[in-house]
């Protein structure tokens, strides 16, 4: 595996390959920094630090005891995120809009289903219905 830095001074790697095809996919998209996203975290994160945290942490419970995903990781991927969409002229992506695609990526692999099975639904995806009915 070729892997690269996502920024320069931090140590945060990915595979040079995944970000190429993330890169191409959010070029052709409506929502190029969500579809970014969606595409780096499963990279990011494996299975088990998925399975054995809250995500980020931003709505959890006061009683829920489980890990945050790594906060150096999700800080870099949103700094990349913002550097990407600048240096290719597009409306850099406010907190609320990372923060969505960060959620959704957490839940889809959570939840174990893989994109082909994704269905839109009034602008979430079934993934994140399935999860609540299932929590």
Do not use: H
Not at 33 to 56: C, D, H, V, W
Not at 75 to 101: H, Q
Not at 105 to 130: E, R, T
């Amino acid at each position: 595996m070729n892997t690269s830095k996502l920024i320069d001074k931090i140590s945060v790697t990915i595979d040079k390959e995944v970000v190429a095809m993330a890169v191409r996919l959010s070029i052709k998209s409506s929502r190029p920094a969500y579809t970014l996203t969606m595409k780096l975290m499963p990279e990011l994160f494996t299975n088990e630090e998925i399975s054995q945290s809250r995500g980020q942490g931003l709505l959890a419970k006061k009683d829920d005891l489980r890990t945050v995903l790594d906060k150096e990781k999700i800080s870099t991927m949103k700094e990349y995120v913002r550097y990407w969409c600048k240096t290719n002229n597009l409306k850099a992506p406010g907190d609320t809009e990372i923060n969505e695609a960060v959620t959704e990526s957490y839940l889809c692999k959570k939840v174990g289903l893989k994109k082909s099975a994704l269905i839109p639904m009034n602008g979430l995806f079934l993934c994140s219905v399935i999860f609540l009915l299932i929590s």
